[in-house]
Structures are given as C-alpha cells and as structure tokens.
C-alpha cells in the first residue's frame, strides 16, 4: 500500500548536533503505528517534523504522493496532520468549547450553540469535561482529554499522539482505545508515541523503534513482545530490573515518624484523611484521578491551604505546623516534586545549572548577589553526571532536552535543598524504560540513606514494586493501608474504586 506520509533520510540538528539522523518512516493509510524510544532517541523531533513544528536540516517528506514541507502546525493541521503533544498548547484563559473550535470558528458563533455542540462531541468521544469550563482549572488529564478531542474534531487525515494516555485513568485509556479503533476504521492514519510498551502492543499495526536518534527496526506487531523492543531500545532487556514482585527480605522497616497527618480537609477534596510517614521508608500512594491524592500532599508541602476552621492537624517531628506558602515547608525539609513538570517543575528557557541553582535559592542555601558562571556550570555537570542527564552540553536550556532529562532536572532541582522529606508525584510519567529504572533506584537509594520518601503513582506495577507499605485514596481520604507482600493490582483496585 502506497503510504500517505514518508520521511526519507530525515536529519535534524541543533547546534550541530544530530537529534535525528538519516531516519526513515513510512505511514500507511487507516494504520496504528507506534513509535518507540528511550528518552531523547528522537521520537518527538520526528514527529514534530511532519507536524511543521521544525523544519529538518535535511532529507525530505512526501505526503499524499507530494513532497511536502510545511511551514508550522496551522498549516500542517490544515493539510489534514494534527499532533497531540505530550505537554498541551491550550489557551489556558479560555473555556473547553472555545479551545476546541479554535482555529475553525464561523464568522457569526453563538455561545450556547459553541457550548451544545461542544457537550455533545465530547460525549461522544465519552470524555466527561465540562465544555463551560476555564481550562486553567483543569487537571492534566482532562487537558489531555480536550486536546485529544480538538484533533479528533478536525478530521484529520494523519493524527500523531504523543504520550496520550500518561495522565489516563485504565477506564480513561479504554475509552481512548476505543476511539483510536474507531478512527483506523474511517482511514485515519495514527502515529502513537508512548512509553507504555503494552499499550503499543495492543494497540498498534505496526511498530517503529529508535535508539540515540537512528532507526533501529520497523516491523508488524506480531514480530515483537516486551523483551525484543526493550533490547531494541537500549541494547539490552531490563525486564529483570522493572516491576518485580517484593519479597519480604527487601521490604524496610519503619524508622522514627517524621510526619503525621491528623484529620486535615480542604473543602471537598481532601476530606478527613489521617496517615503517617516514617524515615527509611517508600510510602505509596494510589488513587484514581480526583481522589485527593495530590492535593493532600499539596497542602502538606504548603502549596495549598487546608481548611481554616476543622482544617485538621499536620505534625513534623512532633511540632505543630501550617504552612501558608512552599517555601516554610523547603525550609523544614520537605520536597514536593511535581507531576507537571511543564507548568510547575522547570524554568525551561533557562539552563540546566541556572534551575538548579534556582533550587537552593528556595531552600535558602545560597547568599550570594553575584551568580558566577562557573558555580552554575559545575552544579550542571555535578547533577548531570549524578542523574545520567542527557543534554548537548552542561549549558543547555532545559527546553532542549526530552522529557525524560527534563524530569531528572525537576528531580535534581528538589534534591539539591537537602530535604529529609521527599514527595514525589508520578516520577516516572512520560519516562522511558531506562530512566525509570535509574529513577527508581534513586527513589530506592534515598530511603536507604534514611529519608522519608512518598512516591503518588497511578501505575499498579509501580506501586507494588518499590513501596514498603501502600496508602489508597479515595474520594478526598486515605482509606486503606496494605502491604506490599499481600497486595496485588486487584485488591488495590478495589479499594481504590469500592
């Protein structure tokens, strides 16, 4: 079958430096093809290629039997190829319906015509957002799911989704699943960039894989499974290293309690939750979207406020404390390390050394007026080094390197105020299998050395693999406590549900 969109030879370097190199991708009409990688192998520079999001430094694409270059992503969208990026480009000041006609709005709009029809195509789609609401009071999955939507919407002829599902509930992602089918039924051409190698196998026709930036393998789903990508991603299987099963030799014992949580609430969605963390531990933490979990930690890290009246009590080393802003709670220790990377974790047109730097301004372990250059170089090749960061150079702008680095950054910007409280939420969200295992033995690493780590994830194999007890959220409270020698993905689930 001729392909509807071909990349021959494809190169695109920044500074000289080859992110991808003489690649070649063929996409065939009413197919799901999934393109595989570690972090920084050049997935998204690929993809952004054919969405006109940057122009390549050589080799050429053929779409629709034409070679074709397009000048930005309006004009690309127009051509009939839309691309779903991993971190959203909505208009955060605007509402559902309006980010999701524009670009195509009529010259006369009715609000509430906008609104009803906006209702039912999300509907339909079964993504339950509110077309009335400002985007900006949207969580991150149901961002995802409006830009997931506006794609759809624009009938696209080739749809490139890039980490889709990262921030999905497991019903969420059936829903989307579903719709992915459905369109491949209509002819439409879908290029899936995702971390989760299940997903890629259940999902697509066929799968590509790069490594440092060069094509490695194309081939039909039915030629691969787990083991065979992940050696094609980095050279050799970590399915040893990942999600195993603990056993109660390597599970620690809990040391002093550092913090207990009493009773606190804020408004509906924390509701009268009560637990403790204990050093030398990993405490775990799941729950389904909307449960709480992340805001119960956002009010411990004093990033929001807890109910003034019946607020409930928080007590670090047996002392009372109410923090009203984050930096009275870096000051005690404590390290909340973001799910939103994007929005809340990194300066991005700034340097790695620069945002690290601008972590020990926050912990306060910094007097200096004067910023030299050669301190923000020799934090960015210390923490480069300790994190195995991938950048072009120590003094690359975060905004340069792939999600995977970028994350590693946000971690090395919260470990650098020398907390002995360390919160992190969904660590390993838009993360490929190599960094999760070194983000996991830093996570494993830290407890070892005594602190007390907090790890909220919505991935059941995370869970049970590194926490030594598990907390389940549900509905603005902690309501069950299970340890990780008799839990399993259902009882979890139960809970969490039930």
């Known amino acids: 079958m001729e392909p509807i969109l071909r990349l021959e030879k494809v190169t695109k370097a920044y500074r000289s430096v080859p992110a991808i190199q003489d690649v070649d991708f063929d996409l065939r009409k009413g197919e799901i093809h999934a393109l595989l990688g570690e972090n920084g192998a050049g997935k998204s520079t690929l993809t952004k290629v054919m969405a006109g999001v940057v122009e390549p430094t050589s080799g050429r694409?053929?779409?629709?039997?034409?070679?074709?270059t397009f000048a930005n992503p309006n004009e690309a969208l127009h051509s009939g190829v839309a691309m779903v990026f991993q971190e959203t480009s909505l208009v955060p000041s605007m509402t559902v319906a309006q980010?999701?006609?524009?670009?195509?709005?009529?010259?006369?709009?009715?609000?509430?015509?906008?609104?009803?029809?906006?209702?039912?195509?999300?509907?339909?789609?079964?993504?339950?957002?509110?077309?009335?609401?400002?985007?900006e009071s949207l969580g991150a999955a149901k961002r995802q799911m409006v830009e997931i939507a506006r794609a759809v919407h624009h009938k696209s002829e080739v749809i490139i989704f890039d980490e889709p599902t990262a921030t999905l509930t497991p019903e969420e992602k059936r829903h989307f699943?579903?719709?992915?089918?459905?369109?491949?039924?209509?002819?439409?051409?879908?290029?899936?960039?995702?971390?989760?190698?299940?997903?890629?196998?259940?999902?697509?026709?066929?799968?590509?894989?790069?490594?440092?930036?060069?094509?490695?393998?194309?081939?039909?789903?039915?030629?691969?499974?787990?083991?065979?990508?992940?050696?094609?991603?980095?050279?050799?299987?970590?399915?040893?290293?990942?999600?195993?099963?603990?056993?109660?030799?390597?599970?620690?014992?809990?040391?002093?309690?550092?913090?207990?949580?009493?009773?606190?609430?804020?408004?509906?969605?924390?509701?009268?939750?009560?637990f403790s963390i204990f050093e030398g531990q990993i405490t775990g933490v799941f729950g389904l979207i909307g449960s709480g979990r992340t805001e119960t930690f956002k009010i411990i890290s004093g990033i929001y406020k807890r109910d003034f009246l019946r607020g409930g009590q928080i007590t670090l080393d047996d002392r009372p404390v109410r923090y009203y802003t984050p930096a009275q709670a870096v000051s005690d220790g404590i390290c909340y390390i973001t799910e939103d990377r994007?929005?809340?974790?990194?300066?991005?047109?700034?340097?790695?050394?620069?945002?690290?730097?601008?972590?020990?301004?926050?912990?306060?372990?910094?007097?200096?007026?004067?910023?030299?250059?050669?301190?923000?170089?020799?934090?960015?090749?210390?923490?480069?080094?300790?994190?195995?960061?991938?950048?072009?150079?120590?003094?690359?702008?975060?905004?340069?390197?792939?999600?995977?680095?970028?994350?590693?950054?946000?971690?090395?910007?919260?470990?650098?105020?020398?907390?002995?409280?360390?919160?992190?939420?969904?660590?390993?969200?838009?993360?490929?299998?190599?960094?999760?295992?070194?983000?996991?033995?830093?996570?494993?690493?830290?407890?070892?050395?005594g602190l007390a780590v907090v790890m909220i994830s919505s991935y059941l194999p995370e869970i049970l693999n590194l926490s030594d007890r598990?907390?389940?959220?549900?509905?603005?409270?902690?309501?069950?406590?299970?340890?990780?020698?008799?839990?399993?993905?259902?009882?979890?689930?139960?809970?969490?549900?039930?």
């Open 61 to 68: 694409m053929i779409y629709k039997g034409r070679e074709t």
């Open 99 to 135: 980010n999701l006609y524009l670009g195509s709005e009529r010259f006369l709009n009715r609000l509430r015509g906008t609104f009803i029809s906006a209702q039912q195509f999300l509907q339909s789609l079964n993504f339950p957002v509110d077309p009335g609401a400002m985007v």
């Open 177 to 274: 699943f579903a719709l992915l089918r459905r369109l491949r039924e209509r002819g439409v051409s879908i290029v899936f960039i995702s971390h989760a190698l299940e997903e890629a196998l259940m999902i697509a026709d066929r799968i590509t894989i790069l490594r440092d930036g060069e094509l490695v393998t194309t081939g039909p789903t039915a030629d691969f499974d787990r083991d065979k990508i992940i050696a094609a991603m980095v050279g050799r299987t970590l399915s040893g290293e990942l999600y195993r099963k603990r056993d109660a030799s390597h599970l620690r014992k809990p040391g002093r309690k550092v913090l207990s949580v009493q009773d606190i609430s804020m408004g509906a969605m924390v509701r009268n939750t009560s």
């Open 342 to 449: 994007k929005s809340e974790g990194f300066f991005e047109t700034m340097s790695i050394g620069e945002n690290l730097f601008a972590g020990m301004l926050a912990a306060g372990r910094e007097d200096g007026v004067v910023i030299r250059k050669r301190t923000l170089r020799d934090l960015a090749e210390e923490w480069t080094s300790r994190l195995n960061i991938k950048a072009i150079n120590p003094d690359a702008r975060v905004v340069e390197l792939s999600g995977g680095n970028q994350q590693k950054v946000v971690i090395g910007k919260g470990l650098i105020q020398k907390p002995r409280i360390v919160i992190f939420d969904e660590p390993t969200r838009g993360v490929d299998v190599a960094a999760i295992s070194e983000i996991h033995q830093l996570i494993n690493d830290l407890a070892d050395q």
């Open 470 to 498: 598990i907390l389940v959220c549900r509905q603005g409270r902690i309501v069950e406590e299970l340890s990780p020698l008799e839990a399993t993905e259902e009882k979890i689930m139960y809970a969490a549900v039930h």
